[in-house]
């Protein structure tokens, strides 16, 4: 069974620091895996989805990278600002499905201003 | 519709009512999912369904779970005789691509489900 952890699960940073987000999962024999971000009260948004072929994705501010053989990817923020508090999770389809989708706890992100 | 849409959004039920949850995925999106996400936690896959077709409802946490797309579009998730650890968030979500596989996933803002 695929099991996913996110550290940490809370920070607080203030405005303007770089920042490192932490996923990992125990079976690497994924072929993507994906980051949202959610707000309090809302759905979730996707940020960045990377294939298993690939070995990161950028966007804007983010950046997120992908290393399946040690099982783990990491969400990179740079420059954060207060409007990037938000729960972030990642998610890997689960294993033998390639339906459903097995999330981390998410990491609970405060940017000071 | 522009996004993911979730009806109602807040739901207070006594303990023993059924409820109906709605969802209205983004139109010609082929997968429609269904997760439970209890506070503090990642949602959890309840059932998945391809066009009209109910391929995996390993998720569903019991037999007073019930879940149906009969037209291929708009899904509605019952729970039958809600018992209060059924509280929790159910969001839907929806995929272009068949088993959410290759595409992005694009939620919906969830229904709080309360039961007292």
């Known amino acids: 069974k695929q099991e996913v952890t996110q550290i940490p699960a809370a920070l607080s940073v203030p405005e303007g620091e770089n920042l490192v987000l932490n996923c990992s999962f125990t079976d690497s024999a994924i072929y993507n895996l994906q980051w949202f971000r959610q707000d309090p009260g809302k759905g979730l948004t996707s940020l960045l989805l990377i294939q298993s072929s690939q070995r990161e994705q950028t966007s804007g501010r983010l950046n997120a990278s992908l290393d399946k053989s040690s099982g783990r990817s990491t969400l990179y923020i740079a420059a954060s600002q207060p409007g990037d508090s938000a729960t972030y999770l990642c998610?890997?389809?689960?294993?033998?499905?390639?339906?459903?989708?097995?999330f981390g706890s998410g990491t609970q992100l405060t940017v000071l201003p | 519709g522009a996004g993911v849409s979730q009806s109602p959004r807040y739901k207070v039920a006594k303990r023993g009512q059924d409820v109906a949850l709605r969802c209205d995925p983004i139109s010609g999106h082929v997968s429609l999912f269904w997760y439970q996400q209890a506070l503090g936690q990642g949602p959890e896959f309840l059932t998945y369904f391809q066009n009209e077709a109910q391929l995996d409802k390993s998720g569903l946490p019991s037999d007073r779970f019930f879940a149906e797309r009969p037209e291929g579009s708009v899904s509605t998730l019952k729970i039958q005789r809600t018992q209060q650890e059924d509280s929790a968030v159910y969001l839907c979500a929806s995929s272009f691509s068949p088993g959410g596989r290759e595409g992005e996933l694009f939620f919906g803002e969830g229904s709080r489900l309360t039961v007292l």
């Open positions: 998610a890997v389809p689960y294993s033998g499905s390639a339906r459903q989708l097995t």
